[in-house]
T-cell receptor, first 109, second 115 residues
């Protein structure tokens, strides 16, 4: 079956670094997406990885290891506005997205 | 931001009534999707469309139907609403599917409550 696993909730301190992990099992693989979703709002695209390695975009980076079925999202210099849910999604062989339930990130001052 | 609107944004209805949700895009994207989002679950695909009059079922299509008569509009109908269909419904669009690099952009969502 297809499955995406990520922690339900994480807490971090303003100014710190946090890593949100995601493991995936999909039928075929066409990439791994990360989205951010603030409470009551729509998901917004953060990053896409299809090759192994690290992709950096400002304070946010995303890593992929295809052999391990593993990805992480790294957030640096945390700000209060980063309090949100972070959704991991794998794209399967039919180019459909399989979504994790999301990780709620709580930032404390 | 991608030009995607959903209507209504909030709706309360009674069990057994039909409900239609509308998604409208101004991006001329080929692919459109309907998802539902429930606590403890990831986004789940209901139906999607790959062109005018071309639609297919997703993971949780039972009790839902869709129509796409114009590129810009994708309608989701709950034929006879049940309490289990209480959820937040998101529409998404993408320009091209199948290349592995496409990104889905989401509308603001519709919060539906079935009493």
């Amino acid at each position: 079956g297809q499955n995406i696993d990520q922690p339900t909730e994480m807490t971090a301190t303003e100014g710190a670094i946090v890593q949100i992990n995601c493991t995936y099992q999909t039928s075929g693989f066409n990439g791994l997406f990360w989205y951010q979703q603030h409470a009551g709002e729509a998901p917004t695209f953060l990053s896409y990885n299809v090759l192994d390695g690290l992709e950096e975009k400002g304070r946010f980076s995303s890593f992929l290891s295809r052999s391990k079925g593993y990805s992480y999202l790294l957030l640096k210099e945390l700000q209060m506005k980063d309090s949100a849910s972070y959704l991991c999604a794998g794209m399967d062989s039919n180019y459909q997205l399989i979504w994790g339930a999301g990780t709620k990130l709580i930032i404390k001052p | 931001d991608a030009g995607i609107t959903q209507s209504p944004r909030h709706k309360v209805t009674e069990t057994g009534t039909p409900v239609t949700l509308r998604c409208h895009q101004t991006e001329n994207h080929r692919y459109m999707y309907w998802y539902r989002q429930d606590p403890g679950h990831g986004l789940r695909l209901i139906h999607y469309s790959y062109g005018v009059k071309d639609t297919d079922k997703g993971e949780v299509s039972d009790g839902y139907s869709v129509s796409r008569s114009k590129t810009e509009d994708f309608l989701l109908t709950l034929e006879s609403a049940t309490s289990s269909q209480t959820s937040v419904y998101f529409c998404a669009i993408s320009e091209v599917a199948g290349l592995g690099t496409d990104t889905q952009y989401f509308g603001p969502g519709t919060r539906l409550t079935v009493l």
